[in-house]
């Protein structure tokens, strides 16, 4: 079964709508803010990777605000424990039984602020409920719901006294992305509106989150030739021959990329995946899951110009795909 004209016609038309309730808070930066939708629509999670005063919060809370569900700040620290984050078991002496307290894991979308200040033990709370979407306490599973968004952010300077994400983790991430200083002109308008001091505020909900759970269904539905397939799978291969690569593309990775391109491209209004979508996803999907050897660094190649080289280097499919 796959998706209708009407049905993705629809899709991208409130997905525009989501997207310009969005910007009311996030000035100028249509692309991150499309991007971070698509994970929550692909049911995947989007690590934000930025330097201070960037937006990545902003970006988190405007989100979680055009979203009619439940959403909540966890602020990483050193001593932060896991039980902070998935919740505890408390004896009840009048009932005379042991009771669950959930966590501020449990809400719709989840703000993990500058997740790699905290502990790799609290860090690793986060594996089974972004991979599973439930959390076990005492031997007790207990589901967080659908739609669940974890958004992570983190600061790539200050490293000192932070712990860097492990691989495994990392692949847990569909996307990872970076906000980037705004224009001249979102920059002029920002600073126009200074007296706004809570720019998210502004966002209210567009869209419940029953109609969340029915764009992921019709994203799933979108159609994806064998030729694209066959597209996602020789860069996957390319990309573990590359120089410097220590890590190439994993078979998570490529259904990470198969996914988000299937919203992607229902956001464009399509009912199928053409290459360029792939080609526009490969750096978010990809950026975190490559792993590169130390000489790099020292030859100035980072996993920027490797996907670069990866793209260049294998062809797309020429014929007119889901024509």
């Not at 930066?29 to 698509?38: G, P």
């Not at 970006?59 to 959403?71: D, F, I, K, P």
């Not at 669950?100 to 894991?105: A, N, Q, R, S, T």
Request: hydrophobic share 40%; proline share 6%.
């Amino acid at each position: 079964m796959t998706i209708s004209h009407e049905q993705a016609e629809w899709f991208r038309s409130t997905f525009d709508q989501l997207t310009d309730n969005m910007e009311k808070a996030v000035l100028g930066k249509r692309h991150v803010v499309r991007l971070a939708l698509t994970c929550l629509l692909s049911e995947g999670h989007v690590l934000i990777e930025d330097f201070p005063g960037t937006g990545k919060t902003m970006l988190a809370r405007a989100l979680a605000n055009t979203v009619q569900g439940s959403h909540a700040r966890i602020q990483f620290t050193p001593d932060l424990l896991p039980s902070d984050v998935t919740g505890v078991t408390v004896y009840d002496q009048h009932k005379g039984t042991f009771e669950f307290h959930p966590g501020p894991i449990f809400h719709t979308i989840v703000l993990a602020d500058e997740i790699n200040r905290a502990s790799p033990k609290t860090q690793s709370a986060l594996l089974e409920v972004m991979e599973e979407g439930r959390v076990t306490v005492d031997g007790v599973a207990h589901p967080v719901g659908k739609p669940f968004l974890v958004i992570a952010t983190q600061n790539p300077i200050e490293q000192a006294g932070t712990y860097r994400l492990p691989e495994a983790q990392l692949d847990r991430f569909l996307m990872k992305t970076s906000v980037g200083y705004p224009d001249r002109q979102a920059t002029v308008e920002l600073l126009n509106n200074a007296a706004v001091r809570d720019r998210a505020g502004l966002v209210t909900p567009v869209i419940t989150a029953a109609t969340i759970a029915q764009m992921s269904g019709l994203a799933d539905q979108v159609y994806v030739d064998p030729a694209v397939i066959g597209y996602v799978a020789e860069l996957a291969e390319e990309s573990r021959r590359q120089p410097h690569v220590k890590l190439g593309l994993s078979p998570r990775g490529c259904l990470a990329l198969v996914r988000v391109a299937k919203t992607w491209a229902c956001a464009d209004g399509r009912d199928h995946v053409v290459p360029d979508d792939i080609k526009d996803l490969a750096e978010p999907v990809l950026s975190h899951r490559l792993l590169l050897d130390a000489e790099a660094q020292f030859s100035g190649v980072d996993v920027q110009t490797v996907i670069s080289r990866l793209l260049d280097s294998v062809a797309p499919p020429t014929d007119r795909v889901g024509a």
